[in-house]
C-alpha cells in the first residue's frame, strides 16, 4: 500500500506561482510514474502533467509552458511548480502515483486563483 502525502495548494491571485507536493512512502524508483490532475466543480478529472521513472515529462495542453513538474529522488517527492496561475487553473489537485502497475490517488490539495 502507498501512502501519498500532498500539500502547497492555497488561494493565490491571478499571475501568481505555488508549488504543490507529494511525497510517496515507497522507493521511488519503485514507481513507474508520477503525476498530477485536476477536478474542477461540475468538471471531469484531467490530466496536468506526469513524469515517468527515466524522468519523461508530458503535460496538458492548457499548462504547458506554465508548470513544471519534477522528481526528488532523495525525497520520494513529485513536484508541481505552477506559474503564471489563472483562474481557470482552480481546481482540486490530486497526487496520481503508478506503483509496480498499481494507480494510487492522494486525497488532493486545493488550489484557488482568484482574478
Known amino acids: 500500500q502507498v501512502q501519498l502525502v500532498e500539500s502547497g495548494g492555497d488561494l493565490v491571485q491571478a499571475g501568481g506561482s505555488l508549488r504543490l507536493s507529494c511525497s510517496a512512502s515507497v522507493n521511488i524508483f519503485d514507481i513507474n510514474s508520477m503525476a498530477w490532475y485536476r477536478q474542477a466543480p461540475g468538471k471531469q478529472r484531467e490530466l496536468v502533467a506526469i513524469?515517468?521513472?527515466?524522468?519523461?515529462?508530458n503535460y496538458g495542453a492548457s499548462v504547458k509552458g506554465r508548470f513544471t513538474i519534477s522528481r526528488d529522488s532523495a525525497q520520494n517527492t513529485v513536484n508541481l511548480q505552477m506559474s503564471s496561475l489563472k483562474p481557470e487553473d482552480t481546481a482540486v489537485y490530486y497526487c496520481?502515483?503508478?506503483?509496480?502497475?498499481?494507480?494510487?490517488w492522494g486525497q488532493g490539495t486545493q488550489v484557488t486563483v482568484s482574478s
Open positions: 513524469i515517468n521513472r527515466i524522468g519523461v515529462t
Open positions: 496520481n502515483v503508478d506503483h509496480v502497475g498499481v494507480i494510487y
